[in-house]
């Protein structure tokens, strides 16, 4: 995972981000299709993201696309 200083300039935030990101997939992991996934992290991820969230919250911020 990365997550670009513009999303959050302080190392901090973007290792929460990373790790909410890396909680929900492995938590959703059963439901989702087989492949590869793209995740774009925006500014509002950084306000207010908790690791127990689930992964519809965590959509609001980011947007996700299948990569073919």
């Known amino acids: 995972l990365a997550v670009s200083r513009k999303v959050d300039p302080r ?7 990373k790790r909410v990101l890396r909680d929900a997939t492995r ?3 059963p439901q989702l299709a087989g492949g590869d996934y793209v995740v774009v992290a925006r500014a509002a991820a ?3 993201v908790s690791c127990g969230c689930n992964w519809p919250a965590m959509t609001a911020p980011c947007c996700i696309s299948s990569v073919l």
Do not use: D, T
């Open 11 to 17: 190392a901090v935030g973007r290792n929460r981000i």
């Open 27 to 29: 938590r959703l992991g």
């Open 46 to 48: 950084r306000g207010g």
